[in-house]
């Protein structure tokens, strides 16, 4: 891998405004979303307390991950991340089945997160139709991605302060549950934790069940090496921000997960429809319920606003290197990537109408066929790494280190092979994994088609 094919896609024209601080925040704030606002309570539900050691598990695999990823980020930061690197460490084929694949899976979780959020505030303003309320979200939206990078991430760093403001006062709440600190309460000790059947009352099939349902609660967090090229010091602000990101999405989430298995019995029915306004219930908080609404709306659109920056960013990586339609690279005088954003935006609303005219149908084939895709991407990653890292040492490029390479590494992907062993043994998800495995191939195929189409058109 020569220096000049590695830096092919260095962020020269894309814009440069973001801070380390943007970074982080977007990181959280794309990860932060309804998985944990919501599907905590399913996690709890399948496993009981042992769910604790879904998401330690689950977590250890994304910590790993995201510090291979930072790893290849921090020495060649690339708009188009990870598929860049699938590019340079495996071949053109997984480049570009990577980019698409991720992609076609942001498109898909547009659509659920803005038909969310729009229901949500659908019963806040009666008689004003739920399109109307998507359409108004995405039309706002497309302006934030469409002005200069510096503006997008200041917008996207003070929306998603708001969710980790909550989360804090959650987990600070939460504490004084559980020690009885507040009126009218008293310790709950341990007994939660080791009640009600136990703290594995599913046995060990309810944890391995449990981690199919959180291991994709951390999608997202990848967002900050896709964001890295268009910061100021993009080798410096990388390393930092994926340190920052990885630990304290750990933090949020097992403090979270801990509260919720602490103060409530895990089989109590509030966990399932509304875990945090089940804990907070106990503290007697009036309003609770509608304010943590108002959070996950916000939690919703927050993760939209970033997912609409993650696809426009990935789109025009792929059309840069000749892997996309060509209109995807034109760039704004500001450096942002107009044509990408609005075919994101547009793909984004055309997902909701689908949600909207066809939810038992169309969009649940198409959200089932991408179940499974974050799990390939983070496969396609640690591969990546292991083929990528000697040479990246070579040239010494390394500012942030994989722990234990390569052990840690293979070990990373033994896990991330027994994630798929234990889809095949569950229905749904080996719906999803088969689904995965059929929108793979179609990819595979259109990229060796691409591939051929380029070398015809070579003299």
Sequence with gaps: MSNTDAREEAPTALGHGLKVRHLTMMGLGSAIGAGLFLGTGVGIATAGPAVLLSYIVAGAVVVFVMRMLGEMGAAIPASGSFSHYARLGIGEWAGFVMGWLYWFMLIMVLGAEITGASDIVDNWLPGVPQWVVALVFVVFFAAVNLAKVSNFGEFEFWFAAIKVTVIIGFLIVGVLLV??????????????????????????????????????????????????????????????????????????????????????????????????????????????????????????LSAFNANIYGTSRMAFSLARRGDGPAFMAKLSKTGVPTNAVLLSVFFGFVSVLLNWLLPDDLLGILLNAVGAALLVIWIFIVVSHLRLRRQLEAEGKLSIRMWLFPYLSYATLAMLGAFVILMLFDDDARAQLISTSVLFAIIAALGYLNTRLRKAKQP
């Design 179 to 300: 020690f009885g600190l507040l009126p009218g309460t008293d310790p709950v000790g341990t007994s939660n934790l080791f009640g009600q059947g136990g703290f594995m009352p599913t046995g060990f099939s309810g944890v391995a069940a449990g981690l199919l349902v959180v291991a994709f609660a951390f999608g997202g967090i990848e967002i900050v090496t896709i964001a890295a090229a268009e910061s100021e010091n993009p080798e410096r602000s990388i390393a930092i921000a994926v340190r920052s990101v990885v630990w304290r999405i750990s933090v949020f989430y097992i403090g979270a997960i801990s509260i919720m298995v602490l103060v409530l019995p895990w089989n109590d029915p509030g966990l399932e429809s509304g875990p945090f306004v089940a804990v907070l219930n106990k503290a007697d908080i009036p309003g609770v319920a509608g304010f943590m609404e108002l959070v996950v709306v916000v939690a919703l």
